[in-house]
């Protein structure tokens, strides 16, 4: 079967730099993948705000509450519910889009402008997730099993798949990327990252 294969960042770069990184192609190690100088996509988050560009963002920039960085081309935003943090409002390439939180794991779901619906499937959390359709078909897979620590995780998409489901389905991943960093005892919790949402009102996180 041919992929579409992507190597992006550690979860532990989301926590401590707020961003995710997915380079074109399969690198062993996420060093290799960002000397390769195929940037493709960067999830950048500011809880409760996430945002996919396909352009490098400047992580010294200045951080606004509320208000995502303006450099960078964006493709797609959302707005995390801050009450429930549970469901998100969703705009890619200018179509509005609802996201939720699965009722039983941390993965997120969505349905795309025909109707159809998909969900990140995070059973086995620290293996592998999969992203499937309505019928419970893979339509990816991301093999997270360095992503918990300082290695990289392996996203694959089955070839021929629509601009709308790669963005859509990169959004929703980093939304839960997201929400396992901010619920997980076990992914290291950073202190900064605490003392930020404090600082924004938000504190529903205990740390």
Known sequence: MSLETYTCSSLRNLEYHKNIVFYNGRFDTRQAAASSGMQAYRIVTRFPCVALLTTDVDDDATIVAGV????G???????IDKVSTRSASAIARGVPYKMEQRDMQL???????????YKWNTKALKTRW???DSKKAAIATFDCTKF????????????????????LSLLALGITALTIARTQDNTHTNVEECRWLKYEG???LQC
Do not use: C, H
């Open 68 to 71: 995502m960085p303006t450099s």
């Open 130 to 132: 999969e992203l499937l």
């Open 202 to 204: 938000i504190y529903g």
């Open 148 to 167: 918990w620590k300082d290695g990289p995780g392996i996203l694959e998409f089955k070839t021929g798949i629509s601009d709308e489901l790669r963005v």
């Open 73 to 79: 081309s964006t493709v797609a935003n959302a707005l």
């Open 107 to 117: 993965g997120w779901k969505f349905t795309d402008a025909q109707g159809v619906k």
